[in-house]
């Protein structure tokens, strides 16, 4: 199953199961802690949870959900950060691991979790996302569930800062953003959007247009489908489904659909997620993407970064997801 990071207000999640960043003695408080107690229910909560007494720094508890829409609160208590040398990093992991193997526990499908001890208890943002982001990873190995991490804010992103500037540059570089052109004709001026069209769209007018076509040769000579390729190079680099599905961080009920059927459809984030997961250079990309009819374009800035990543031969999907995120673009991998 795959993990995703979303901006949102951890109270509006539609999943099993919504995690609370707790105190030990259970008691409401403030950050996201005050605004589960909010919107669960104040009285409600309180008493489910006096019921259940207190939690072990690292460990995890479960409540109903009252009126939230999530039928589940997983408490669970993050370590105050102190100075780095208290165990803070392993608590915060088993602040996740407990959180979810509760989850599974109670049958729970989907999960959404805060950014535990960031907030009140002064973890340092960029290691609690990089601990939160790993003791996920490691858990969705042998599980399946839906994890979703909610943030707040950019700040609270691990990506190196020269990743990032590699990258903006990259985007500084590449990026032709959408421009408007005033041409001046003999019926005035007229407006343009210039979009940059990509060389090879214009090739393939060009061919068409010198060519007489025949239907029935160009279906005859149909290329591999998308489906098709993907299997190949799955099979040709020794790699198990469940290998690429995971590495791509997608669901594995799409990736069955895209085995069982040659002319299945994938969206264009699925196939840069694949081919991002099989370590494609970005000819062998730009093939893939071309076989499900897509293509890169220096006019799409989510295109850019992943042209970034490609030809910089760099392969984790999170940390791709992450600059992404950053740049308030779609993520890759997901359901569909
Ligand atoms: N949705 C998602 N994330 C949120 C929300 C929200 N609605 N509100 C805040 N955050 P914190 P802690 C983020 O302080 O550090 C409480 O009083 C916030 O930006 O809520 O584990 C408890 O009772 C931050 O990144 O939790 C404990 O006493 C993250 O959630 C203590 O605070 C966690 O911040 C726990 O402190």
Partial sequence: MPFEIIRNDITKMQVDAIVNAANSKLQGGGGVCGAIFKAAGKEELQRACDEIGNCDTGKAVITSGFDLVSKYIIHTVGPIYCDGTKNEAELLHDCYKNSLKLAMENNCESIAFPLISSGIYKFPKGEAFKIATKAINDFLVSNEI????????????????????????????????????????????????????????????????????????????????????????????????????????????????????????????????????????????????????????????????????LKNKKYNIFEINEVLFYYDQPLLGGVS
């Fill in 146 to 309: 839906m994890v979703y991490l909610v943030v707040f804010d950019q700040e609270s992103f691990a990506i190196s800062k020269t990743l990032l500037e590699n990258v903006s540059t990259y985007i500084d570089d590449n990026y032709k953003s959408r421009t408007v052109v005033r041409k001046f004709t003999s019926y005035g001026r007229i407006e343009v959007d210039s979009l940059e069209v990509d060389i090879q769209y214009d090739e393939c007018i060009t061919n068409c247009k010198s060519k007489a076509i025949n239907l029935d040769d160009i279906i005859k000579d149909l290329d591999e489908s998308f489906s098709e390729t993907l299997l190949k190079i799955i099979n040709s680099k020794n790699k198990t489904d469940a290998e690429i599905y995971k590495k791509a961080n997608i669901d594995r009920k799409l990736f069955s659909k895209i085995r069982g059927n040659t002319n299945y459809s994938p969206s264009k984030k699925t196939v840069i997620a694949l081919a991002i997961a099989l370590e494609l250079t970005i000819i062998e990309a730009c093939d893939l993407l071309k076989r499900a009819g897509f293509s890169l374009s220096h006019s799409n800035k989510f295109d850019v970064i992943i042209e970034y990543f």
